[in-house]
């Protein structure tokens, strides 16, 4: 019987947030209190639109007996603590040197950890300072910035397809079965990389428009009609201060494909650069986006406030864009997840039914942007108190069991504001049906979230309205320090030569 290890290990750091990320907080969907491994490790992940939950099929597929070494991960927020990548890094080795076949990683590519930009990359690293021969393959989030040691020290890689990302099964399963294949002595693979030096913004990074529509169309291609083994565009993750960020190519060829490979990697990475300006936001002014959504006539219309975004490393407090709502009197509105544990905290004692009058968020300050947070004074009903949980019935993440924490609806009257004990970007509806609030009935949606939101909600809304609100996930790239970042980078540099 074969032996497996696989192992989880995401967060997507923003370098500019404030919010702390300690080893505790990586058990975002097995119960909070940080990592979990085998069985428990298998309950939170098993049958979930994950890439993980593809390698737990798979090795069952192959009668492979299957190792869940760790399964670390947490909300998007600050720099992780380096504790966190020595005990992942531990109990990977720790399994590697128990023995096994071949080893099934689920990593997200955009973490950064106090001493090191590029923990994925040190962990790969070290498996391959034990273990020189060991076939590995990695399944990354589409938001990845890749590295040289990453790179050179997996054997397969393939990357998420779709933003919102709805591929997170496939992706797991394409790297799984590739590795599978070279088990069996089917396929030599080879991996070929490029990284462009690129910061895109994220409103513009996604696979379903131009302009990375067909860059993706095409890599899809090739790997469809057998061309490559696996062929992968990585948008990137631009807020993050660190040498390798970028937008990134890479192609898994068997030997025997490397010229086909090679300009098929040339080819996707020109097309990414000769549209390089096509991947910038124009920010607008708040006022002005919310009195162009009130003249629409028909809903439900989103309010897409995409400065202040959990699934970013920001931290949902922020309620300019909701003082806006309010200035301009729009109605009919359900807003949040909006995080405040000191609000819920303060509801819950009152009770449902009862008027409360509360300082609503402000507690977050971002020093990197000389940013300090202000609370917003609303008054209102207790309408409904809930534990925050439900179970992801939309495509991204299905399965999944999300928490918000403990929740409390506040009804201000011409709005329903949702207030959370736990930071969430809202990708599925349950983040308002769990509280008795039929999003699908409001003519407006007031969310913080860029383009996760679609996943859940685009088969009920109108339109969308991008909101450029202020916070840690700005599409303002002058508003960062950068110091580390790698130099010349586009935009900042506008001469350069990426050498293709």
Request: hydrophobic share 40%.
């Amino acid at each position: 019987m074969q032996r497996f290890v696989t192992a989880v290990f995401s967060h997507e750091t923003n370098t500019f947030s404030s919010i702390p990320t300690p080893l505790k907080s990586f058990g975002r969907y097995s119960g909070g209190n940080g990592p979990v491994s085998g069985d428990a490790a298998v309950a939170a992940y098993q049958g979930a639109n994950m890439p993980v939950a593809a390698y737990i099929d798979l090795a069952e597929e192959a009668g492979a007996e299957l190792n869940f070494a760790i399964a670390a991960q947490a909300t998007p927020s600050g720099c992780a603590e380096d504790t966190v990548l020595e005990h992942v890094a531990e109990a990977v080795c720790e399994a590697v040197r128990a023995g096994c076949d071949a080893l099934f990683l689920d990593l997200h590519g955009g973490m950064v950890t106090q001493g090191y930009d590029d923990p994925e990359g040190e962990l790969l690293s070290r498996v391959r300072a034990i273990a020189p021969d060991l076939p590995i393959c990695v399944a990354f989030d589409f938001h990845t910035n890749m590295s040289k040691a990453t790179a050179e020290n997996a054997t397969v890689i393939t990357g998420y397809r779709t933003y919102p990302h709805v591929d997170t099964y496939e992706t797991g399963e394409r790297a799984g079965r590739t590795l599978i294949r070279t088990l069996k002595g089917e396929v030599d693979p080879v991996i070929l990389w490029h990284s462009l030096p690129l910061l895109t913004h994220l409103n513009c990074q996604t696979p379903s428009r131009q302009p990375m529509k067909d860059i993706m169309d095409k890599a899809i291609a090739a790997e469809a009609d057998g061309r490559v083994l696996n062929a992968s565009v990585l948008g990137g993750w631009p807020l993050a201060d660190i040498p390798h960020v970028g937008v990134h190519g890479v192609i898994v060829a068997d030997k025997s494909q490397l010229n086909a490979a090679q300009s098929l990697l040339a080819d996707l990475m020109e097309m990414t650069w000769e549209r390089r300006d096509d991947f910038f936001f124009a920010v607008e002014p708040i006022e002005e986006s919310i009195a162009r959504a009130k003249d629409m006539s028909e809903g439900p219309i989103v309010l897409a406030d995409h400065g202040d975004v959990g699934g970013s490393g920001g931290s949902t407090d922020i309620h300019a864009v909701l003082a806006e709502v309010i200035q301009q009197d729009l109605e009919d509105v359900c807003a949040g997840p909006f995080w405040d544990p000191d609000t819920v905290e303060q509801m819950v004692a009152a009770g449902i039914g009862a008027e409360v009058t509360v300082q609503l968020g402000g507690q977050t300050d971002y020093p990197a942007i000389d940013f300090k947070g202000e609370p917003l004074e609303l008054t209102g009903t207790v309408r409904r108190i809930t534990d925050g949980k439900f179970v992801v019935t939309g495509p991204k993440n299905t399965g999944i069991r999300e928490s918000l924490g403990v929740t409390a609806v506040l009804d201000i009257g011409s709005i329903e504001i949702v207030v959370c004990s736990t930071r969430h970007e809202p990708y599925d509806l349950g983040v308002f049906t769990h509280a008795g609030i039929d999003p699908a009935r409001k003519k407006f949606i007031l969310i913080k979230s860029r383009q996760h939101f679609r996943a859940g909600f685009e088969p009920i809304l109108k339109d969308v309205v991008m909101i450029s609100g202020p916070g840690i996930c700005t599409s303002d790239y002058s508003k960062f320090p950068w110091k580390n970042v790698r130099r010349p980078i586009y935009p900042l540099d506008r001469e350069l030569d990426p050498k293709i």
